[in-house]
């Protein structure tokens, strides 16, 4: 059984910044990537991050670019998520996932390419 579980949520005005974690628990794992998506009221889970530990390849989301930076610790399968200049529309439930083999890039922004999620945590961005 495999756990992730994200922390660093919260409120915070628009220009203000944020940086969520994601730790992984229970039995031992190896992470391929690890990502970040965010799904807002009434719309589909979206991709905004990745991060593939061979090479320490990122990904993200147009919208994201600049904003945010994705990092972590391979060893510890652990990712953040450091949130910068955000807008009311950054505002959703972020998730974190994970997954175990190899796949390719092509792939990181569908949700099917992950194994494991968190349960989410609340970003509320207010103007």
């Known amino acids: 059984q495999v756990l992730l579980v994200e922390s ?8 203000g910044s944020l940086r969520l974690s994601c730790a ?3 039995r031992t794992f190896n992470t391929y990537v690890m990502g ?4 807002a009221p009434g719309k589909e889970r979206e991709f905004v991050a990745g991060i ?4 320490y390849s990122v990904l993200y989301t147009e919208s994201v670019k ?4 994705i990092s972590g610790d391979n060893a ?3 990712v953040y998520l450091q ?5 009311p529309e950054d505002t959703a439930v972020y998730f974190c996932a994970a997954r175990e083999k190899w796949g390719s890039s092509s792939r ?3 949700a099917s390419f992950y194994d494991y999620w968190g349960q989410g945590t609340q970003v509320t961005v207010s103007s």
């Open 66 to 69: 600049g904003r945010y930076t």
């Open 83 to 87: 949130m910068n200049s955000l807008k």
């Open 36 to 39: 970040w998506f965010r799904q």
């Open 52 to 55: 593939r530990w061979i090479g």
């Open 24 to 26: 992984a628990s229970g």
């Open 108 to 110: 990181w922004q569908s």
């Open 8 to 15: 660093g949520g919260g409120l915070v005005q628009a220009g």
């Open 76 to 78: 510890k399968s652990t």
